[in-house]
């Protein structure tokens, strides 16, 4: 009966918001020189956006029925889960009240949302459909960064629950540390695909540590984490690996029953063949003809010696605007597309500690300029002109209020005690330790992840010409809060190998 009742209630409101949000929403804006094909393409994506996020608020409003009648009922684990998620939301939304909007100084946020209509090409697939599906349930900037950080509280509460459960009822507060730090607080309220992609990662890995040898008899976990995990995988070109890797983990740590495995590998290649096919539609090509000719220019800009004449003759063939100042690509046809990735994996693979190195020592130089983690207020204004007035009369105060967060100081310089955290050295000596300890223990998982961190940020010290904070984001946030877990693994065992003896 309460079933029905949730059901019934649940039912009304999505009808009512599905009236409301979707049907106001049906307008198509004329792209640039659209082709007939592709217009007809980008309509039907808007469309399964909106059927996907109707049949989403749904399931919203299931939910929170059920969380309000098992808090009715007393249930402890979900007064527990409510406890730890309700005091992260808080303390993201109170931070979000002070910033916001910090998060539209992103033009390819803004850009988005302002088309949210059709594919913006700039923006990863994940990173669309997360923009789109919650923009559907509350339209606005505003609704997207409040659901993201409900999506991140959840996930926080997963991790703190599970840690006390099966770690320790003591050291589990040692994960307090990596999610309340400032600059991480702050990242929070962007709707960015390696923010997302965090949490994700985040939340795939702790599943898989905190399930091992259960074998989930649910038919709705194997299909929901396959399809989360397949999702999660397409946020970035370096995150390929573990569409091998994924399925191997779950296997061999046996989450599931030996048929819900074959559930879970279904909606894991279904999910990912689908984000595939999208991406190829829409942009994949150009977008990563450029991620590949990044790190040619580089080393063109620095040091020609280092690539073989032919390959150099051949690279100047497919781009003969190369110029220091100016990257510039031409248009090139499938079979010189494939031979330039080719010659440019060849570029990388002969050049790159040099290539690191050079990528490594922009980075640090950045950390001297005010613009050096991209989320200076004061910036907005030369992007939206439009909107000046408003910044300059609001962002005073937000700027005396950030600064401190992100750089540990007042005037938008890092201060040396941030210096040392957003130095790389240190985050690879946390990685090393997850590692060494991983070996210590006996887990293999924290292993696993402390290489795959490693892999990342080896990719990303590959990319070339400019190395922001952002794509450095998984590997410090997650390489954080993995060695923090850890920590609080290795205090749990000393304390009952103490006991034992």
């Known amino acids: 009966m309460i079933n029905l009742r949730i059901n019934i209630y649940a039912l009304i409101l999505s009808f009512i918001h599905i009236f409301i949000v979707n049907l106001f929403f049906i307008n198509f804006p004329e792209c640039v020189e659209p082709t007939a094909s592709l217009l007809f393409k980008l309509k039907i994506i808007y469309l399964l956006a909106k059927i996907f996020s109707s049949v989403l608020t749904i399931f919203l409003y299931q939910a929170v029925f059920r969380w309000i009648e098992e808090l009715k009922n007393k249930n402890s684990i979900v007064i527990q889960y409510t406890k730890y998620a309700s005091t992260y939301i808080i303390i993201n939304l109170i931070l979000m009240m002070i910033i916001f909007p910090a998060v539209s100084f992103f033009p390819d946020i803004q850009t988005t949302i302002s088309n949210i209509n059709y594919v913006n090409p700039y923006i990863l697939m994940p990173t ?173 800009s620095s040091d020609v010696s280092r690539i073989n004449q032919q390959d150099l003759a051949y690279i100047k063939k497919l781009f003969p605007n190369i110029d220091k100042s100016d990257i510039t690509v031409t248009p090139i046809d499938k079979k010189e597309y494939k031979n330039m990735i080719l010659i440019a994996k060849k570029v990388l693979i002969k050049n790159y500690f040099y290539i690191a190195s050079a990528n490594l020592n922009s980075y640090y130089e950045r950390m001297n300029d005010s613009d050096f983690l991209h989320l200076r207020p004061s910036l907005a204004k030369y992007y939206y002109p439009d909107f000046s007035q408003l910044f300059n009369k609001l962002y005073p105060t937000k700027e005396k209020i950030m600064s401190p967060i992100l750089y540990g100081s007042t005037d938008y310089t890092v201060s040396k005690i941030y210096k040392i955290f957003y130095k790389m050295y240190f985050n690879f000596a946390v990685i090393l330790c997850l590692l060494i300890g991983g070996i210590c223990l006996r887990k293999g998982l924290y292993v696993f992840i402390s290489l795959i961190l490693s892999w990342i940020c080896a990719c990303v010290l590959a990319v070339g010409y400019v190395v922001p904070f952002i794509y450095f984001y998984v590997f410090m946030f997650c390489g954080y809060v993995f060695f923090f877990m850890f920590l609080a693994d290795l205090f749990a065992k000393i304390k009952i190998k103490n006991k034992n003896t």
Do not use: C
């Not at 995990?229 to 070109?237: E, G, H, L, P």
């Not at 984000?275 to 990044?294: G, W």
């Open 128 to 300: 669309y459909i997360n923009i789109n599906l919650l923009y559907h349930i509350i339209p606005s900037l505003f609704g997207i960064v409040f659901l993201n950080l409900i999506i991140y509280s959840v996930i926080y509460a997963y991790v703190i629950y599970n840690s006390k459960k099966y770690i320790s009822s003591k050291y589990y507060k040692l994960l307090y540390i990596p999610f309340f730090i400032p600059v991480f607080l702050a990242y929070n309220q962007i709707p960015r695909n390696l923010v997302i992609a965090s949490w994700l990662f985040i939340f795939v890995f702790s599943y898989i540590y905190f399930n091992k040898e259960k074998k989930d008899d649910t038919l709705k976990l194997p299909i929901f984490f396959g399809f989360l995990a397949a999702y999660f995988v397409n946020f970035r070109a370096e995150f390929f690996p573990l569409l091998f890797l994924f399925p191997l983990l779950v296997f061999f740590y046996k989450i599931f029953t030996n048929k819900k495995f074959i559930i879970f590998l279904v909606s894991f290649i279904l999910m990912h063949s689908s984000l595939t096919v999208l991406q190829n539609t829409f942009y994949a090509k150009d977008y990563y003809k450029m991620e590949n000719y990044s790190f040619i220019f580089m080393t063109l």
